[in-house]
C-alpha cells in the first residue's frame, strides 16, 4: 500500500522558528544581578538548580582508589598511565603529565572534545605534552563513553546521541555524570604531594570547553579556565545538533549560559573562540552575548580584570596560537607571571594512541563500567522492584503529565482536501499554532469507532505494519496522522549521523519539554477531532515503535476529558526504555523521543501498561 500526500509541498521551517523564538525569549528573560549581594544569594540557588537539573552528586569520600598501570619517561617529564573511581563502580581513564622535579607545580586539568579516541588523540594530547614542558601537572581524562570508556575498548564511538541520552529515563545526565567525573580529576590533583592544591586550571576544547566551564561553575577549587570554541549561549544550542553532554534538560528554564559562566566569578576566566567555526552555536557572536550578560557579575565582584575572551581567525579546534595563548593565560594566574599574553611552545613529541593506553587494546578490565552497563545494571535494579498499589491513579498520573510537560495544544480548525485513492486528506490546526497533516479512511461494516495511528516516521511508517492492516481489516473508521516533526511535518536540521529526532528531542529538553509529550498531545487534538467532526462514537489510539508510548500516554491523558477514547494499539513497542542484554539492547532502536528525563525512574513501561489498565483502557499488541 503506498499512502498519498496530503499537501503538495512538506511544511518546513515552522519547528525551528517556534522553538527558536522562545528559546530567545527565554535569553531576553535570564538577565543576572548587577550587585554583589544580589548575586551572592542568586549563585546558591542557581548551583543548587544545576545539581537537581544533572541528576548527580558529587562525594568527595568515595575513595580515589588510584591505580597506575605504567609510567612512560619523555624528554623533561613523564606520562603516567592511570584510572581513578569517580562514583561508586565508575571509573576514569586517564593521563598524568608530571614534570620532572620535586615540584610543587601548578596542575591543569585537561578535557577533549567530540574526537573519535578521546584523550588519545594528538589534538588532545599536545596539551599535555605542552603543558607538562611549561612546569604544570596535567590530568588528561576519557569522558564517560569516550576514548577507554567507549562501549567496546578500542572500538571508537560517538557517546552524544542514543548513548548518552540513555541515561535520562534513569534520572541522570551525561552532562553531570562529566562534572563529577572532572570534579573527583580535580580532587586527585589536590591530593597530589607535588601539586599546589590552590593552583589548579582548566581548559579543552569543543565539548571539552563546555566541560571546562562547568567544571569551574561547580567547583571553586579550580582557579583559572580557558574554555574553547565552546562558550554560545543556551538559546543557540536549540535546534543545533550539538552533543547530549551538552544538555542540560530544562536548563533555559531557570539560566542562560552567562549564569554558569558568573559562577566562574572572582576567579580567571578566558574564552576563546573562532571566527571560521562552522558551528553557528560556538559563533563568536553568540559568545559575546553570553560574555556581555556575564560581566556584569565579574564586575559586581571587582574582578573585571580577570574575565576576558579571544577570538582566533581560525576554524573550530585547540590549535597551536590557541595552545600558546593557554600557557601565557596559565602562567599569569596560576604561576603569577607575565602579563597573560601568549607564549611560544617548547617543542614536544607526541605517542603513538596505543602506548598511552591505560590497557593494551581490548583487554580492558570489568571494573571500567561503560554507560550501557551501567544503565542495564541500573535498569534490572528499577525493574526488580515492586510494582507500587495502584488504587488510585491520579497521582501517577499527574506525575507523568508532569514528566512529559506537553506544551498546551487544543483543537482549533479543520480543512478538507480533495480525497484521494479512498483516503479523504485534512489538515487540522491547533490552538498553539500547530498544523497536523490527516488521512482518513470511514468505518466499513456499520464500524462506529475511529483507530488513530502514527509512526515515528510519519504516516508513511504504517504502510506495511500489521498494526495498520488489522485497523482496515475490522472496518471501523481509520485516521493517519504525521506527528510533530514527522512525515509531511519534518524537524529541521536532524542529522542522519544521529539517532532520529535528536536535534528536535535535545532542543526541546532545554525547554523543559519533550518530545514525547508532544506527540501525546497531537493525539489527544486528533481524538477531539474524530469525536466532533468525525461522529466517532469511540477512539482508539495507536502507533509503532516509539510512537505507540505516546499513544498509551495520550489515552492515559485521555481519561477524565474524553472518555469516547477506550482502547490502545500497538506494534513493536518496548517492553522497557533501559538498555537489555544482547549486543543491541532495546535502546539502540529506539529515537531520541524515548529518552524522556526521569520515565525509569517513574515506572517505564510497565507503569503505562498497569495504569490503561486501572483506567480501563484497553490494551492490545498486534504482531507480524
Same mark, same amino acid.
Given at each position: 500500500m503506498t499512502l498519498p500526500r496530503v499537501w503538495s509541498e512538506p511544511l518546513t521551517g515552522q519547528i525551528s522558528g517556534q522553538l527558536r523564538a522562545e528559546a530567545e525569549r527565554l535569553f531576553l528573560a535570564h538577565q543576572l544581578p548587577k550587585s554583589k549581594d544580589d548575586w551572592l544569594k542568586r549563585r546558591e540557588e542557581l548551583r543548587y538548580q544545576l545539581w537537581e537539573a544533572m541528576g548527580v552528586n558529587y562525594d568527595s569520600t568515595i575513595p580515589l582508589d588510584v591505580q597506575v598501570t605504567k609510567a612512560?619517561?619523555?624528554?623533561?617529564?613523564?606520562? =603516567?598511565?592511570?584510572?581513578? #573511581? @569517580? !562514583?561508586?563502580?565508575?571509573?576514569?581513564?586517564?593521563?598524568?603529565?608530571?614534570?620532572?622535579?620535586?615540584?610543587?607545580?601548578?596542575?591543569?586539568?585537561?578535557?577533549?572534545?567530540?574526537?573519535?579516541?578521546?584523550? =588519545?588523540?594528538?589534538?588532545? #594530547? @599536545? !596539551?599535555?605534552h605542552s603543558l607538562a614542558k611549561n612546569g604544570y601537572v596535567c590530568l588528561s581524562v576519557d569522558a564517560w563513553g569516550s576514548g577507554e570508556r567507549c562501549t567496546e575498548h578500542g572500538v571508537y564511538t560517538y557517546h552524544g546521541s542514543a548513548i548518552g541520552g540513555s541515561l535520562l529515563p534513569l534520572g541522570e545526565t551525561l552532562l553531570g555524570a562529566q562534572v563529577v567525573d572532572n570534579m573527583r580529576g580535580v580532587q586527585l590533583l589536590t591530593e597530589l604531594p607535588y601539586v599546589l592544591a590552590d593552583k589548579i586550571g582548566a581548559t579543552g576544547a569543543s565539548g571539552g570547553g563546555n566541560q571546562t566551564m562547568w567544571l569551574t561553575a561547580m567547583d571553586d577549587r579550580v582557579q583559572a579556565a580557558m574554555p574553547v570554541v565552546s562558550v554560545g549561549s543556551f538559546a543557540s544550542y536549540v535546534m543545533r545538533s550539538n552533543c547530549i553532554c551538552e544538555l542540560l534538560p530544562r536548563g533555559l528554564t531557570f539560566t542562560e549560559e552567562s549564569g554558569v559562566l558568573a559562577l566562574a566569578a572572582p576567579r580567571a576566566l578566558k574564552i576563546c573562540n573562532c571566527l571560521k567555526d562552522s558551528n553557528p552555536t560556538f559563533y563568536v557572536s553568540e559568545m559575546l552575548r553570553s560574555f556581555v550578560e556575564a560581566r556584569k557579575v565579574f564586575q559586581a565582584l571587582d574582578a573585571d580584570d580577570k574575565f576576558s575572551y579571544q577570538a582566533f581567525n581560525l576554524p573550530h579546534g585547540f590549535?597551536?596560537?590557541?595552545?600558546?595563548?593557554?600557557?601565557?593565560?596559565?602562567?599569569l594566574h596560576l604561576k603569577g607571571i607575565g602579563h597573560g599574553q601568549p607564549r611560544r611552545e617548547v617543542p614536544f613529541t607526541c605517542l603513538p594512541e596505543e602506548e598511552v593506553m591505560v590497557f593494551p587494546k581490548g583487554e580492558r578490565p570489568e571494573t571500567i563500567t561503560t554507560i550501557v552497563d551501567y544503565c542495564r545494571q541500573q535498569g534490572k535494579l528499577i525493574q526488580a522492584e515492586p510494582m507500587p498499589d495502584l488504587d488510585d491513579v491520579d497521582d501517577v498520573r499527574y506525575d507523568l503529565f508532569a514528566i512529559l510537560n506537553p506544551t498546551e495544544q487544543e483543537f482549533d480548525n479543520a480543512w478538507r482536501h480533495d480525497d484521494e485513492d479512498g483516503w479523504q486528506r485534512w489538515s487540522v490546526s491547533t490552538s498553539g499554532g500547530r498544523l497536523i497533516p490527516v488521512l482518513y479512511r470511514p468505518p466499513t461494516n456499520n464500524g462506529t469507532a475511529v483507530v488513530i495511528l502514527s509512526s515515528p516516521t510519519g504516516k508513511n511508517g504504517l504502510e506495511n505494519t500489521t498494526l495498520l492492516s488489522t485497523a482496515l481489516a475490522e472496518g471501523n473508521g481509520v485516521l493517519l496522522f504525521d506527528a510533530w516533526g514527522t512525515g509531511e511535518a519534518p524537524s529541521d536540521n536532524e542529522s542522519s549521523s544521529h539517532t532520529p529526532f535528536h536535534t528536535l528531542s535535545r532542543g526541546l529538553l532545554w525547554l523543559g519539554k519533550t518530545l514525547m509529550g508532544e506527540w501525546s498531545q497531537d493525539f489527544h487534538v486528533l481524538a477531539y477531532f474524530a469525536v466532533t467532526y468525525l461522529n466517532?462514537?469511540?477512539?482508539?489510539?495507536?502507533?509503532?515503535?516509539?510512537?505507540?508510548?505516546?499513544?498509551?500516554?495520550?489515552?492515559?491523558?485521555?481519561?477524565?476529558?474524553?472518555?469516547?477514547?477506550?482502547?490502545v494499539m500497538v506494534e513493536d513497542m518496548p517492553d522497557t526504555l533501559t538498555w537489555q542484554d544482547g549486543p543491541d539492547g532495546t535502546v539502540a532502536k529506539r529515537t531520541m523521543a524515548a529518552f524522556v528525563p526521569d520515565l525509569v525512574v517513574w515506572g517505564d513501561i510497565r507503569m503505562l501498561e498497569t495504569i490503561l489498565d486501572k483506567i480501563d483502557t484497553g490494551f492490545r499488541e498486534v504482531t507480524a
Amino acid at each position: 500500500m503506498t499512502l498519498p500526500r496530503v499537501w503538495s509541498e512538506p511544511l518546513t521551517g515552522q519547528i525551528s522558528g517556534q522553538l527558536r523564538a522562545e528559546a530567545e525569549r527565554l535569553f531576553l528573560a535570564h538577565q543576572l544581578p548587577k550587585s554583589k549581594d544580589d548575586w551572592l544569594k542568586r549563585r546558591e540557588e542557581l548551583r543548587y538548580q544545576l545539581w537537581e537539573a544533572m541528576g548527580v552528586n558529587y562525594d568527595s569520600t568515595i575513595p580515589l582508589d588510584v591505580q597506575v598501570t605504567k609510567a612512560i619517561p619523555c624528554d623533561g617529564y613523564k606520562i =603516567l598511565c592511570l584510572h581513578y #573511581q @569517580s !562514583r561508586p563502580g565508575i571509573r576514569v581513564t586517564g593521563n598524568l603529565y608530571v614534570p620532572d622535579g620535586k615540584g610543587p607545580f601548578p596542575a591543569v586539568i585537561n578535557v577533549h572534545g567530540h574526537w573519535a579516541q578521546g584523550r =588519545l588523540a594528538e589534538r588532545v #594530547q @599536545s !596539551r599535555g605534552h605542552s603543558l607538562a614542558k611549561n612546569g604544570y601537572v596535567c590530568l588528561s581524562v576519557d569522558a564517560w563513553g569516550s576514548g577507554e570508556r567507549c562501549t567496546e575498548h578500542g572500538v571508537y564511538t560517538y557517546h552524544g546521541s542514543a548513548i548518552g541520552g540513555s541515561l535520562l529515563p534513569l534520572g541522570e545526565t551525561l552532562l553531570g555524570a562529566q562534572v563529577v567525573d572532572n570534579m573527583r580529576g580535580v580532587q586527585l590533583l589536590t591530593e597530589l604531594p607535588y601539586v599546589l592544591a590552590d593552583k589548579i586550571g582548566a581548559t579543552g576544547a569543543s565539548g571539552g570547553g563546555n566541560q571546562t566551564m562547568w567544571l569551574t561553575a561547580m567547583d571553586d577549587r579550580v582557579q583559572a579556565a580557558m574554555p574553547v570554541v565552546s562558550v554560545g549561549s543556551f538559546a543557540s544550542y536549540v535546534m543545533r545538533s550539538n552533543c547530549i553532554c551538552e544538555l542540560l534538560p530544562r536548563g533555559l528554564t531557570f539560566t542562560e549560559e552567562s549564569g554558569v559562566l558568573a559562577l566562574a566569578a572572582p576567579r580567571a576566566l578566558k574564552i576563546c573562540n573562532c571566527l571560521k567555526d562552522s558551528n553557528p552555536t560556538f559563533y563568536v557572536s553568540e559568545m559575546l552575548r553570553s560574555f556581555v550578560e556575564a560581566r556584569k557579575v565579574f564586575q559586581a565582584l571587582d574582578a573585571d580584570d580577570k574575565f576576558s575572551y579571544q577570538a582566533f581567525n581560525l576554524p573550530h579546534g585547540f590549535w597551536p596560537e590557541v595552545r600558546e595563548a593557554m600557557l601565557g593565560f596559565f602562567d599569569l594566574h596560576l604561576k603569577g607571571i607575565g602579563h597573560g599574553q601568549p607564549r611560544r611552545e617548547v617543542p614536544f613529541t607526541c605517542l603513538p594512541e596505543e602506548e598511552v593506553m591505560v590497557f593494551p587494546k581490548g583487554e580492558r578490565p570489568e571494573t571500567i563500567t561503560t554507560i550501557v552497563d551501567y544503565c542495564r545494571q541500573q535498569g534490572k535494579l528499577i525493574q526488580a522492584e515492586p510494582m507500587p498499589d495502584l488504587d488510585d491513579v491520579d497521582d501517577v498520573r499527574y506525575d507523568l503529565f508532569a514528566i512529559l510537560n506537553p506544551t498546551e495544544q487544543e483543537f482549533d480548525n479543520a480543512w478538507r482536501h480533495d480525497d484521494e485513492d479512498g483516503w479523504q486528506r485534512w489538515s487540522v490546526s491547533t490552538s498553539g499554532g500547530r498544523l497536523i497533516p490527516v488521512l482518513y479512511r470511514p468505518p466499513t461494516n456499520n464500524g462506529t469507532a475511529v483507530v488513530i495511528l502514527s509512526s515515528p516516521t510519519g504516516k508513511n511508517g504504517l504502510e506495511n505494519t500489521t498494526l495498520l492492516s488489522t485497523a482496515l481489516a475490522e472496518g471501523n473508521g481509520v485516521l493517519l496522522f504525521d506527528a510533530w516533526g514527522t512525515g509531511e511535518a519534518p524537524s529541521d536540521n536532524e542529522s542522519s549521523s544521529h539517532t532520529p529526532f535528536h536535534t528536535l528531542s535535545r532542543g526541546l529538553l532545554w525547554l523543559g519539554k519533550t518530545l514525547m509529550g508532544e506527540w501525546s498531545q497531537d493525539f489527544h487534538v486528533l481524538a477531539y477531532f474524530a469525536v466532533t467532526y468525525l461522529n466517532a462514537r469511540n477512539v482508539i489510539l495507536g502507533g509503532t515503535g516509539d510512537m505507540a508510548i505516546a499513544a498509551c500516554c495520550a489515552a492515559i491523558f485521555c481519561f477524565d476529558t474524553l472518555s469516547q477514547v477506550t482502547d490502545v494499539m500497538v506494534e513493536d513497542m518496548p517492553d522497557t526504555l533501559t538498555w537489555q542484554d544482547g549486543p543491541d539492547g532495546t535502546v539502540a532502536k529506539r529515537t531520541m523521543a524515548a529518552f524522556v528525563p526521569d520515565l525509569v525512574v517513574w515506572g517505564d513501561i510497565r507503569m503505562l501498561e498497569t495504569i490503561l489498565d486501572k483506567i480501563d483502557t484497553g490494551f492490545r499488541e498486534v504482531t507480524a
